[in-house]
């Protein structure tokens, strides 16, 4: 069964730094997404991206994130300028085929990044 | 409450035993898709439920939906220790977006 895959699984950074989480959707699909879980949190939404632009981002998405697509398989978020509370799992969804919203969403295992 | 919110916090049941989860959520939605993690590991979609529909299966796993109520139950019927895991409601709201809101979640454990 096709798979989310993301690399690497576990981000080591010192703060400050820049940090670029990598996503390969499932080759299909038209949405993709980035979501976080800090440690005993609840998954947060960050971001959805359809036709090559952000149709939606939270509060949490602020001018310290942004996402990519360079090419027709990954799909990049990068953080710049870390903080320690940026210390989080980073997960990407992707759905599809076709449009409409009773796709469900599937996800990768995730990006444990930590910020030193 | 919080839009989705998911009662208990944690259960723990003899392997074989059936497991309800309940999640309750505020605003009006879309669907209800319910989601299983295990431990490090990423969230594996289980079950979508349209807010027109009001009971769904897949295998051992039956979904309600009640949305006059805004809640939703999970069951799993004769529970296996692969069962163990954190079961997570999420909603999809009522107008046109893909965002995702999660509840808390269910920490369930199966005793073999």
């Known amino acids: 069964e096709p798979e989310v895959t993301q690399t690497p699984s576990h981000q080591v950074t010192q703060m400050g730094q820049e940090v670029i989480l990598r996503c390969v959707p499932i080759s299909n699909h038209l949405y993709f997404y980035w979501y976080r879980q800090i440690l005993g949190q609840k998954v947060e939404f960050l971001v959805s991206f359809y036709n090559n632009e952000i149709s939606e981002k939270s509060e949490i998405f602020d001018d310290q994130f942004s996402v990519e697509r360079p090419d027709g398989s990954n799909f990049t978020l990068k953080i710049r300028s870390t903080k320690l509370e940026d210390s989080a799992m980073y997960f990407c969804?992707?759905?599809?085929?076709?449009?409409?919203?009773?796709?469900?969403?599937?996800f990768g295992d995730g990006t444990r990044l930590s910020i030193l | 409450s919080q839009q989705g919110e998911e009662d208990p916090q944690a259960l723990s049941i003899q392997e074989g035993e059936n497991a309800t989860m309940n999640c309750s959520y505020k605003t009006s939605i879309n669907n209800l898709q319910w989601y299983r993690q295990n431990s490090g590991r990423g969230l594996v979609h289980l079950i979508l439920i349209r807010s027109n529909e009001r009971e769904k299966h897949s295998g051992r796993l039956r979904v309600t939906l009640d949305t006059s109520k805004k809640s939703s139950s999970l069951l799993i019927t004769a529970s296996r220790a692969a069962d163990t895991a954190s079961y997570f409601c999420?909603?999809?709201?009522?107008?046109?977006?893909?965002?995702?809101?999660f509840g808390t979640g269910t920490r369930l454990t199966i005793i073999p």
């Open positions: 969804a992707s759905s599809g085929p076709g449009t409409g919203s009773n796709q469900p969403q599937h």
């Open positions: 999420a909603t999809l709201p009522n107008f046109g977006n893909e965002k995702l809101t």
